[in-house]
């Protein structure tokens, strides 16, 4: 009877007499809407609610009975249920109910839809980001891409320094030549000079023949010196030496060679403070930072959360060969409560958990990584103290106690007023409040 009301709205339909036949259908064809008597032989309705919506929260799952109560209609909304109706209805009742559901699964489609043609078009030369901060990045690239010798690029880690540095070579007139990457923090403090340089046959023990260096592999091309605060002091002269004179000398030859490289460092260190500190050369510094390109941390980057989001569920997606639409709403604000201190690779790896651990098509906070979960509940808002008599007393009041109580973290203080990180930041400047 029921298949035969649901006909008028265009809709495919499976029914099935055995609940558990049914869900298993459910597994293996996610559905928009599940439609479930409550009383039935085996499996009840509430049970086959609570197996749905563990399964896949995107799911709706309307329940009708004859034995109608207010408790198992409430007890059914508390789990989950989309709807409860109460039989017998006539078809047009059936029908009035479920079009609004269908309505908003078209509507979610429809907004997935628009949020992945939006994600095609806010991305730069391998860079995801539609937000004020990687405009001006964006900006930088290209101004600086045809013309740098060598530059810095800093930036806490996971925020990207490898892609920014990737695009400044793909933009630039080297394109064509090699892009050559050198982590400095992976290698032995003795074997850098001849990593950079190059040895000729017995420059040292081991040395049982010439071996070209990162400089000549990276000849009309781009050498990225990535964690360039963990090269050792000795070979930074070096370095600087071959920056200025565009030549290098392979270890143990006097022989000097010329190269064409595009030079660019990337650290996540302070280099400031390493040349207080003399881990750190002041020449060599001011040689690679005329230059310097600032990556921006994600949580200055609302926007990105969502598009960065999207990008990798659709790429883990792809590589685990499972249907994933989105997360859920309770899902995305887990997201956004984040501070994200390990940034964008940080997201990445939050997404790929989820990715694997998903049942149906939509991620729901028990699929991501427990740490999110159980990081500190945000602590109430502090009241206003009722000394402070103006409302700009009260305001700096406020300021100060919800910065005390988040030790400083201005988006944590944000949060806890309920206000954006620019509003807060505003609000600090004009009563010049610093942390
Ligand atoms: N804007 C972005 N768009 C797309 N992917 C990004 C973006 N920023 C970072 N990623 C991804 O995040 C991960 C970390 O990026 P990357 O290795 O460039 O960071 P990093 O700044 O070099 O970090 P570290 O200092 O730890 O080396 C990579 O998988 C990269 O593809
Ligand atoms: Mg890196």
Redesign the pocket.
């Known amino acids: 009877m029921m298949e035969a009301a649901l006909q008028m709205l265009d809709v495919e339909t499976h029914c099935f007499t055995d609940p558990e036949e049914g869900l298993e259908f459910i597994f293996e064809h996610p559905p928009q809407i599940v439609l479930t008597d409550l009383v039935m032989p085996g499996l009840s309705g509430m049970e086959l609610l609570e197996r749905v919506v563990e399964f896949d929260p995107a799911i709706d799952v309307v329940l009708t009975t004859a034995y109608y109560s207010t408790e198992s209609a409430v007890e059914a909304i508390r789990k989950g249920a989309a709807d409860y109706l109460d039989k017998p209805f006539p078809p047009h009742v059936l029908r009035t109910r479920l079009e609004p559901l269908l309505a908003r699964h078209r509507a979610r489609l429809n907004a997935l839809d628009l949020e992945r043609s939006l994600a095609d078009h806010a991305s730069f030369a391998g860079?995801?980001?539609n937000s004020p901060p990687m405009w001006h990045l964006y900006a930088h690239i290209q101004r600086i891409a045809p013309h740098y010798r060598t530059l810095l690029i800093t930036?806490a880690?996971?925020?990207?320094?490898?892609?920014i540095a990737k695009a400044l070579h793909q933009l630039g007139p080297v394109s064509s030549g090699p892009f050559v990457p050198l982590n400095c923090s992976a290698i032995v403090e003795t074997l850098f000079e001849s990593e950079l340089f190059g040895h000729v046959k017995g420059a040292f023990t081991g040395a049982f023949q010439d071996k070209a260096g990162m400089f000549e592999h990276a000849h009309n091309g781009t050498l990225l010196l990535?964690e360039i605060g963990d090269m050792p002091i000795s070979t930074q002269a070096k370095l600087l030496r071959a920056l200025q004179n565009q030549e290098i000398q392979r270890l143990g030859s006097l022989q000097s060679r010329k190269v064409n490289v595009r030079v660019i460092a990337?650290t996540?260190h302070d280099l400031r403070a390493m040349i207080a500190e003399k881990t750190f050369r002041q020449d060599l510094f001011y040689r690679l930072s005329m230059i310097e390109l600032k990556?921006p941390p994600l949580v200055d980057r609302d926007a990105d959360l969502q598009l960065?989001t999207r990008?990798f569920i659709a790429r883990f997606a792809t590589q685990f060969n499972k249907t994933i639409h989105g997360l859920t709403y309770r899902a995305q604000l887990l997201l956004r409560q984040h501070d994200w201190p390990g940034n964008?690779?940080e997201l990445?790896n939050v997404i790929g958990h989820a990715c694997i651990m998903v049942m149906g098509t939509m991620i729901d906070v028990t699929d991501l990584p427990d740490y999110l979960r159980h990081s500190d509940p945000v602590p109430a808002a502090p009241l206003a103290s009722p000394e402070a008599s103006t409302l700009d007393e009260q305001e700096r009041r406020l300021l100060n106690d919800a910065l005390a109580q988040t030790g400083g973290n201005q988006s944590g203080a944000a949060r806890l007023l309920r206000i954006s990180r620019d509003t807060l930041r505003y609000r600090m400047k004009k009563h010049k409040l610093t942390v």
């Open positions: 860079l995801i980001g930036g880690t996971g925020t990207g320094k490898e892609l990535d990337a996540h990556a960065l990008h964008v690779r990445e």
